[in-house]
């Protein structure tokens, strides 16, 4: 089975500051990894994701995140925030062992507060 | 980028009653849709696949005959929550994957369901 698990429930930070968010997943296979992000009043809108080739992964906004294979992680990145990142970020994990549909998998969640 | 809409956005019923909500690819087809519920300050979790042209498969713990799915067609999947109750009340999203081979899922905005 595989699990996802998200280490800060709770960051709260000035703006210009650097952000990173921890995310560990647990799963024996190849895995597709994902970073939603939920505005307040909104749905969930992909971030950014991780299928194969360079680990280190662009998304929109400014953000970044890196697969380290090794440590099982994949942390979300931004080096300088702005009030507009207020929202609650969720890492996400896709096993596809043999192609097809497999399920989703999401961590906890973390909200971010921004603080001008 | 796809969209996925839902209907109703929000809903209140009595307990005891039955609620259908709607899930609906606009832009393009979904053979296989996902319908996960979300507990205030928790994450999301997965209820069951819709699949088009066959039964739902659901995750453990989720009564089939509590919530009904199902996938009229490619562009449609209905989750109806019968005989609801307060402990039924929550936040439903539906997602759906466009593309088979890429994984990434494009989610609704969700349903309130009140259960009084």
């Known amino acids: 089975a595989q699990s996802v698990s998200q280490h800060n429930h709770h960051v709260i930070l000035s703006e210009a500051a650097s952000l990173e968010l921890g995310c560990n997943y647990s799963y024996g296979g190849t895995v597709n990894l994902f970073w939603y992000v939920q505005y307040p009043g909104q749905h969930l809108q992909l971030l950014l994701k991780y299928f194969s080739g360079d680990p280190l992964v662009k998304g929109i906004k400014g953000f970044e995140a890196e697969f380290i294979k090794s440590k099982f992680s994949f942390n979300l990145r931004k080096p300088s925030v702005q009030w507009s990142d207020t929202a609650e970020y969720f890492c996400?994990?896709?096993?596809?062992?043999?192609?097809?549909?497999?399920?989703?998998?999401f961590g906890t969640g973390t909200k971010l507060q921004v603080i001008p | 980028g796809a969209v996925v809409s839902q209907h109703p956005s929000w809903v209140i019923c009595k307990s005891g009653t039955s609620v259908k909500i709607e899930c609906r690819s606009l832009?393009?087809?979904?053979?296989?849709m996902f319908w996960y519920r979300q507990f205030p300050k928790q994450s999301l979790m997965l209820m069951a696949t819709?699949?088009?042209?066959?039964?739902?498969?659901?995750e453990q713990g989720v009564e089939k005959d509590k919530f009904l799915i199902n996938h009229a067609s490619l562009t449609l999947s209905t989750l109806t929550v019968t005989s609801a109750h307060p402990e039924d009340s929550s936040f439903y999203i539906c997602s759906a994957p466009r593309d088979p081979g890429l994984h990434e899922q494009f989610f609704g905005p969700g349903t309130r369901l009140t259960v009084l």
């Open positions: 819709s699949n088009e042209g066959s039964k739902a498969t659901y």
């Open positions: 996400a994990v896709n096993g596809s062992p043999g192609g097809g549909y497999q399920k989703v998998t």
């Open positions: 832009d393009f087809q979904a053979t296989t």
